[in-house]
């Protein structure tokens, strides 16, 4: 039997679809609502979700969440950041879109629905892959074409599943990013990969840095060396952050040094533009 098709976005899952239901568009109170247990996103910025729920105490919710009928309430598919935001903004209610789905087609939705989003860091996504070819016994090729995403893409993400626990959790926490961490693979099992992770993190390497260094490695050339850790200049950390108000790191390298200024948002943002500059984006 063929497998239906679900990598069609928001649409396709407002749709009738072929069972024939029809889906209902209601407003729900916020606090019936459970999220889907097998959601594969497990990481929400707290920051992202307080932007977001200051937009919908001003606004409203726009775009509906997609529930399904669970107990009493309702169980998420589609849209947990409006429904936890929602909750943060204190709303009692929330714009919804009901429809029957089984356990199952409930995962290929959540799964299928995130995987269409950039938010996803690389774990998850290599994660929600798997657990697509495992539960419905997809090939590669099956996932790409049900995400909308070219082969190689799958391939590549699914490689980062191989990697040790610590270099999968640096790109949960994005220390690294997808890129630093497939050129690790190539040192896998060796011990100067974890050398190298620390490189990456403690220096800032590039990609193109960490390929370069591990070709060294595999060439016989000496193993890498540990450069000197880049030192910090707390006395002109503490001067930047008392006059901007804002956490500051100042580093001197090997052979260049950086400021890293931390802002909160957009509005944060623009204030340090005008501490900066004298004036302002929104001015």
């Known amino acids: 039997m063929a497998k239906k098709g679900l990598g069609k976005g928001l649409g396709a899952l407002i749709s009738?679809?072929?069972?024939?239901?029809?889906?209902?568009?209601?407003?729900?109170?916020?606090?019936?609502?459970?999220?889907n247990p097998l959601q594969p996103r497990r990481r929400f910025r707290?920051?992202?979700?307080?932007?977001?729920?200051?937009?919908?105490?001003?606004?409203?919710?726009?775009?509906?969440?997609?529930v399904r009928p669970s107990g009493t309430g309702y169980e998420l598919l589609v849209g947990e950041r409006r429904w936890r935001a929602a909750q943060m903004a204190g709303l009692r209610s929330i714009p919804a879109v009901i429809r029957e789905a089984q356990p199952s087609e409930c995962l290929e939705i959540a799964l299928v629905e995130n995987l269409h989003r950039d938010d996803l860091n690389g774990i998850e996504e290599a994660t929600a892959y798997r657990q697509l070819m495992e539960e419905f016994g997809l090939s590669q090729d099956d996932v790409s074409q049900k995400v909308g995403k070219n082969r190689s893409t799958v391939a590549n993400s699914l490689r980062l599943l191989q990697l040790p626990v610590e270099v999968q959790a640096a790109i949960v926490a994005e220390e690294i990013s997808p890129g630093h961490a497939r050129?690790?693979?190539?040192?896998?099992?060796?011990?100067?990969?974890?050398?190298?992770?620390?490189?990456?993190?403690?220096?800032d390497l590039s990609v193109r840095e960490v390929e370069e260094a591990v070709r060294k490695r595999l060439g016989g050339e000496p193993q890498i060396e540990k450069r000197e850790k880049p030192q910090p200049l707390n006395e002109y950390a503490e001067r930047f952050a008392a006059s901007l108000k804002a956490k500051v790191k100042v580093i001197r390298g090997k052979r260049k040094g950086k400021i890293i200024i931390e802002f909160k948002n957009e509005k944060d943002l623009d204030r340090l533009l005008s501490e900066m500059t004298g004036s302002g984006l929104e001015e």
Request: proline share 8%.
């Open 183 to 203: 050129a690790l693979l190539v040192l896998q099992g060796n011990p100067q990969q974890a050398l190298l992770l620390n490189r990456i993190i403690e220096e």
């Open 46 to 66: 707290e920051e992202a979700l307080e932007e977001l729920a200051a937009s919908l105490k001003q606004h409203g919710v726009v775009q509906p969440v997609i």
């Open 16 to 35: 009738s679809g072929e069972t024939g239901d029809q889906p209902r568009h209601e407003t729900i109170p916020v606090d019936s609502i459970v999220p």
